[in-house]
């Protein structure tokens, strides 16, 4: 993810949305604009303010609102920007949630200082337990001095996987901020797992690549990772990482249930050297794939401690997605939140679906000319298709993070530069509100342009919980009758 005003509006129209058969079989033609819910302003349960816009029938209630300090159970000050997030089952009917916080520059980490993995990494994760209705029961940080924390993926044996969105560290130059990298004492980019209970380990699992890590999703029945990557003015890479066994901890222990020292891979089309799959693609587009390997999926860089690192940010981001474009890796536009969902991998191409880019980067406003694609890949037959691409701005703008609900609707959070909505996307290919942001901040400045991250619902499908991700940021409980709506 990407802050808003870091782009501007860009530069090729979208085309119209695509498809090709499988269970998303009914798709939105060139013309066909989405089916319209209508949303109402609807009084937060936290104290009655307005925040969103719902369908008739819903309500919700908002909390750890960082607009004011909101202090955890273990004497943490919660951090802002909740961004991917998983839900477990908690006791007596309760939900518990592991949110990420996507803290970028270098600075103090939160929470106990033991058990911080860099003690100038400001992101990690913090762990919430609510009931249905969103009241809090317990909280804690539970990982602490990593950095960029984005999205990651829910592990089925009761782990969330953690992605760092950066490669920043003491051996790389300063990335677009400009903040010195000079203090952190570790390198960054890889992903971590918290489990269900407790606090992480934090170590980083390695060789599952150092790169612009977006989000994960795990296949159960191969034992294999999926990895996104949001290489933001670059063509970027799906991965997918072969652990090197497939024996996990005990949930609630703190030690890692993915092992490290397993194999990093690519997704090539087969027969086709750098296929650009961020450039719009023909309706009915499917691809058969084939995967190739990364030689040095965790570069260390030359530095001097203290020194600037002579290492260029755009260098060492490049450093992964190069070696799998030399060998032939497909282009993708900012690939972002992903799903496992019924045998199927989704993703999507937050930018993808316009006009393709002259080169594999840099292109200033983000790479990719469109408004989004959702794709999805299947393990078993090893083929690649496209769900949906978005026909401009109103229909779908920006998709980012992706969930799917028990009726296999995928959810989609909007990233955009214009209003934001939580969308649905049925099986039968109709488009849907869900949600529209319309926060204003304490001093009364609107924040309609903030986005939703996260969404997941809870296990007994009750509750969709989802967080707006913002400096000051904050997380919501929505339910209502999902069945009705579609969902």
Avoid at 37 to 58: E, I, K, M
């Amino acid at each position: 993810m990407v802050d808003i005003n870091r782009r501007t509006l860009l530069r090729g129209a979208a085309v119209g949305a695509v498809g090709a058969a499988g269970p998303f079989a009914g798709f939105l033609s060139e013309r066909t604009s989405p089916r319209r819910t209508r949303l109402a302003a609807t009084a937060d349960q936290r104290d009655g303010r307005v925040r969103l816009w719902l369908p008739d029938g819903f309500a919700y209630r908002s909390f750890h609102d960082t607009e004011q300090p909101v202090e955890l159970d273990d004497g943490t000050l919660l951090p802002g920007r909740p961004d991917g997030m998983a839900a477990f089952p908690g006791p007596d009917g309760s939900t518990v949630l592991i949110r990420n916080h996507e803290i970028k520059e270098p600075g103090p980490a939160f929470g106990p200082a033991a058990a911080a993995y860099d003690p100038m990494g400001a992101g990690g994760t913090s762990t919430v337990q609510v009931t249905r209705y969103g009241e809090v029961l317990r909280s804690y940080a539970s990982l602490s001095g990593t950095a960029s924390n984005c999205c990651g993926g829910r592990m089925p044996w009761g782990a969330w996987i953690s992605c760092e969105e950066t490669v920043n560290g003491p051996d790389v130059a300063p990335d677009y901020s400009g903040a010195p990298n000079i203090a952190l004492t570790q390198r960054h980019g890889f992903i971590f797992e918290v489990p269900r209970q407790g606090r992480s380990a934090a170590e980083p699992i390695t060789a599952a690549g150092r790169f612009s890590h977006e989000s994960v999703a795990y296949d159960p029945r191969e034992g294999v990772l999926y990895l996104t990557e949001d290489n933001f003015k670059y063509a970027s890479c799906f991965y997918r990482y072969l652990p090197p066994e497939r024996v996990y901890a005990e949930a609630g222990t703190g030690r890692p249930g993915l092992a490290d020292g397993g194999r990093l891979q690519a997704l090539r089309v087969a027969g086709r050297r750098e296929a650009n799959l961020a450039a719009a693609q023909r309706p009915g587009a499917v691809y058969p794939v084939e995967w190739v390997d990364i030689d040095d999926p965790a570069p260390t860089f030359p530095y001097t401690p203290g020194e600037p690192a002579p290492t260029g940010n755009d260098e060492a981001l490049c450093h992964v997605g190069d070696q799998a474009r030399e060998r032939g890796a497909a282009w993708f536009s900012r690939l972002e939140g992903s799903v496992h969902h019924d045998g199927t991998v989704y993703f999507t191409s937050t930018q993808g679906g316009g006009a393709p880019e002259e080169s594999a980067g840099p292109a200033a406003d983000g790479f990719g000319n469109g408004r989004g694609q959702i794709w999805a890949y299947q393990p078993r037959e090893q083929v690649l298709r496209l769900v949906f691409q978005a026909p401009h701005h109103d229909g779908l703008d920006f998709p980012d993070n992706i969930t799917a609900s028990s009726a296999g609707t995928l959810i989609l959070c909007e990233d955009g530069a214009h209003n934001n909505y939580v969308r649905g996307l049925t099986r039968d290919g109709r488009l849907l509100d869900i949600a529209l942001n319309r926060i204003v901040s304490s001093v009364g400045d609107p924040r309609h342009r903030d986005e939703f991250a996260g969404a997941v619902f809870s296990p007994d499908g009750h509750t969709m919980f989802v967080n707006v991700q913002a400096e000051r940021g904050m997380t919501f409980a929505i339910w209502g009758p999902w069945p009705r709506l579609g969902v």
